[in-house]
């Protein structure tokens, strides 16, 4: 049943996915540029707990429809999605970078800064460039080595 219908519920969550996304956008293109690191975070932090619950929910598909099509897992999808379609929107990574160029100079000059939201954006970037592409291909790290690694070496 699940081989029949199995495209149709695998698009079907990749849609949704990126529809449920929109209002995060058009909120993250709203926030003051000062708030961007927590509230990406905050995001971030949800989104993967959804990730989570929908790779259990989804689970048979995963192991069975999703190899035998060479598809990106659900949780590949999802990250996928998000990075795309949140992260690398260019107002919303524009803003990030900034900040986090910002914070980090700030923080190198002598002035207190929340050091655990500059990781955790950090490592939200480094968790979305090391995703696997279908058939288990390394993607490349695109989004932490060139969105953010190169402009703070330069600004170094």
Same mark, same amino acid.
């Given at each position: 049943m699940l081989h029949k219908h199995g495209d149709l519920l695998y698009?079907?969550?990749?849609q949704t996915t990126i529809e449920l996304f929109q209002p995060m956008v058009e909120r993250l293109q709203k926030c003051p540029d000062e708030d961007i690191l927590k509230?990406?975070?905050?995001?971030?932090?949800?989104?993967k707990?959804?990730?989570?619950?929908?790779?259990?929910?989804?689970?048979?598909?995963d192991r069975n429809y999703v190899p035998? *099509?060479? #598809?990106?897992?659900? %949780?590949q999808l999802q990250t996928s999605q998000f990075?795309?379609?949140?992260v690398l929107q260019p107002q919303i990574r524009n803003k990030l970078i900034s *900040?986090? #160029?910002?914070?980090? %100079?700030?923080?190198?000059?002598?002035?207190?800064?929340?050091v655990s939201q500059l990781r955790q954006a950090i490592q939200m970037l480094v968790e979305l460039s090391s995703g696997m592409a279908a058939g288990g291909v390394?993607?490349?790290?695109?989004?932490?080595?060139?969105?953010?690694?190169?402009?703070?070496?330069?600004?170094?």
């Open positions: 698009q079907g969550v990749k509230r990406m975070n905050e995001l971030w932090k949800q989104v707990l959804c990730i989570i619950m929908i790779k259990d929910i989804l689970m048979y598909m035998k *099509m060479k #598809l990106p897992s659900m %949780d990075k795309h379609h949140v *900040m986090l #160029l910002s914070q980090i %100079d700030s923080e190198r000059n002598g002035h207190m800064v929340e390394v993607q490349n790290k695109r989004l932490y080595e060139v969105e953010f690694e190169k402009p703070f070496i330069a600004e170094t």
